[in-house]
């Protein structure tokens, strides 16, 4: 065997096996999965499901391989002969956010925020705020309330409302502005398709979301279902408050 030939075969073959690749589907009981974080552990590799769930990742045989996604179990394979035959499912367990019951005793009333104090005290500075400065609220072209003007009430509000204990950093509408803008999972497709908020009220909705104090701790990834929750519920209450001004504008 020639030189040639032998250095042939000592460059082929490891290029060979490194080209080697697997492929497959990401599904949970409901649908396929998209953005689910699959690494290749032995190679160092990481790719993430296209919009249907599929993938296509190298690996070679015995090869360490996770796929992880934020509202799932994190599962772990090693690859196999079969693998490498035709394309394969993958099927994640969703998380259940099971949260353990929480007791507050002795705190007094008047360290807690009520919504209902905050609907009460937001529709009270809207209407004040109208029959005393109605060149505010001029009909517009598109029948719309002047939204600059209800920002500027919610803001007011931050200057009444009661404090939370110390201990708790609330998110500002800053850094949720940043999150949306930067995150992932929560992002603008979110806020329009899943929480309903118009792109021109997203602004507002942050600065109401300020107002509920929500804590800055549910940032981390592993309370993510938790923030989520809260600015579902958030949304709703922001919609009915926008909702209602509408009528009355």
Known sequence: MSKFHLLLILVVIPFLTMAQRISGTVYDADESLASVQIINRTQNVVVFTDVNGN???????????????????????????????????????????????????????????????FNSKFAEQFGNDRKNNPGKYGSAASGNMDFIAIASMIAGLFKSKKAKPKVLIPLNAKRLDSLFAKDRFFNEALILKDLKIEKELHGLFFEFCETKQIDSKLLDASQQLTLLSELMEASEEFKTLIANARKED
């Open 55 to 117: 993938f296509l990742i190298p690996a070679r045989l015995n090869d360490s391989i996770s796929f992880t996604s934020r509202f799932h179990h994190q599962y772990k394979m090693k690859v196999e002969p079969v693998h490498f035959n035709e394309a394969f499912v993958v099927e994640l367990k969703k998380i259940t956010n099971e949260l353990d019951e929480v007791y507050l005793e002795n705190l007094p009333d008047n360290n807690s925020f009520e919504q209902e104090t």
